[in-house]
């Protein structure tokens, strides 16, 4: 892998997921990239990927996704959970249903996800899920409750889903990108880090061998302690 495996990710239309899409479809796989946005989408369908517009908020959305990742190749190798948005407001100031909708898109996007991903998976005997967390999750820093609770959630739930499968050849794990120029920012940010430079990470957590890491943070092809001290594994 990734030379014929098929490889899914969400949020491909702009920033980190369509870098890796790119990186991913130079390196042989067949690209399922899915986003909100058509528009995103037009480039890496030139590059022989497959688009899927989806909002990952919508269960039915995911699953017909995935769906035609298996319809396509066969199979599903690899799913990234990548799709997401930023904030940057005080809490006072958050419209209603902007929390929310953090909450929709980062953590129940990759609920769906992994809830149709995994049977794929497990029929077929392997698979590689990699979710995109971020450093917010630990830190309290102002103006980004709604991104840092979505991504905390992300975590934990992570962590508790990767043991129901710790038998089998399925290595679920999460990635921070660290500082990168992306929408997420609202402006370009040309001093930090382009979305190719994290390419190494996201190959590197698609391609792990049988029993690889698990239930892990990776950042710059290392894992990252996130929340260290403050928990204990069971």
């Not at 979305?195 to 092809?221: I, N």
Request: with cysteine; charged share 20%.
């Amino acid at each position: 892998m990734p030379v014929g495996s098929t490889i899914a990710i969400t949020g491909a239309g702009s920033g980190l997921g369509k870098a890796w899409s790119r990186g991913f479809l130079a390196d042989g796989a067949s690209v399922i990239a899915a986003d909100v946005n058509p528009t995103g989408l037009t480039e890496l369908e030139a590059l022989g990927a497959v688009p899927i517009v989806c909002d990952v908020a919508d269960e039915a959305a995911v699953q017909a996704m995935i769906a035609a990742a298996v319809e396509h190749t066969g199979r599903l190798d690899a799913l990234f959970n990548n799709a997401g948005f930023g904030m940057n407001r005080p809490f006072s100031e958050v419209p209603a249903g902007e929390f929310e909708r953090h909450v929709e898109v980062h953590l129940y996007g990759m609920i769906y996800g992994m809830r149709h991903a995994l049977p794929v998976m497990q029929r077929q005997g392997s698979g590689r899920i990699i979710n995109t967390i971020s450093r917010a999750a630990e830190f309290g820093a102002p103006r980004n409750a709604a991104y840092a609770a979505a991504k905390a959630g992300m975590w934990a739930a992570t962590r508790s889903v990767c043991r129901d499968v710790v038998e089998e050849d399925i290595r679920i794990n999460m990635l921070i990108p660290g500082p990168t120029n992306t929408a997420i920012w609202g402006r370009e940010m040309l001093h930090l880090q382009s979305p190719e430079a994290t390419y190494p990470t996201a190959k590197l957590l698609a391609t792990l061998p049988k029993g690889g890491a698990h239930g892990e943070v990776f950042w710059d092809e290392k894992p990252y302690p996130i929340f260290k001290g403050l928990y204990e594994d069971a």
